[in-house]
């Protein structure tokens, strides 16, 4: 049977994240300290530890069949790989900051200035849509210090909190892209692996539903059951069930996380009462 290689990052939050979901979609994976490969006990599946850059390229020669990897590194080294999956975390932007003295207007104001970055084609192509013609340098980490040391004029690199360009003295000025980690398969994977993507996916699918939904369970009065189902947004219809104290009923259903609290006081207008929120573990469909 076929072996199934994913590449992950080696270190950082990326890397734990993922090996988190594959986790909760039921894979052991037997990896010690510091091993740059590792098996899965009970699922035909091998994981190469990579640096982050370098997944593209795995990928594009088929050196790995799949990679979980943020979409703004794709964006970057790897146009022509199929993404199947996001994954909904590591979340992140790739942004222009300048420092916070700079009297900053339009892309324009940024015509014949240095650059510094580690995304040199993300930027060739942000530039370009602009007719604005930017000097690159292209450095690998701490691109935020470029500008105080006086490497660059302005830089693009990844921002999250923005923490990191308040400590520069640099402010954001425009987003480029958004980003997130995603399933990133190769162009050259095989019939039988394919059939073991297929399966992988579909338990990840199950993993991200029951993070993205709720199971509620509520007490309704049985004359406003028709009123409380028209609210809930449910896979097919709620299930409802008899409580010993009569006129009263059951209502179980899933809702999604995002609209949990508008959807939890319509419900309380409605009637429903005892509301009970319970995590969903997997969400097969």
Partial sequence: MSTLKIAIQKSGRLNEDSIQILKDAGISINNGNDQLKAEASNFPLEVLYLRNSDIPQYLIDGVVDLAIVGDNLLVEKGKNIEVI????????????????????????????????????????????????????????????????????DAIVDIVSSGSTLFKNNLKEVEVILKSEA??????????????????LKFRIDSV??????????????????????????????????PLAQPGWSSVHTVIEKDTFWEVIDQLKEAGAEGILVCPIEKMVL
């Fill in 85 to 152: 999956q996001k994954l909904g975390f590591s979340k992140c932007k790739v942004s222009v900051a300048v420092p916070k003295a700079f009297e900053y207007k339009s892309v324009k104001d940024l015509d014949g200035l240095r650059i510094a970055t580690s995304y040199p084609n993300t930027v060739i192509d942000f530039f370009n849509q602009y007719g604005v013609t930017v000097d690159i340098h292209q450095i690998s980490g701490s691109v935020e210090i470029a500008p105080n040391i006086g490497l660059a």
């Fill in 182 to 199: 995603v399933l990133a398969v190769s162009p050259k994977v095989s019939p039988d692996t394919q059939k073991i993507i297929d399966t």
């Fill in 208 to 241: 991200l539903r029951a993070r993205n939904s709720k199971y509620i369970l509520m007490n309704v009065p049985n004359e406003k059951i028709e009123a409380v189902s028209n609210i809930l947004p449910v896979l097919r219809s709620a299930t409802v069930m």
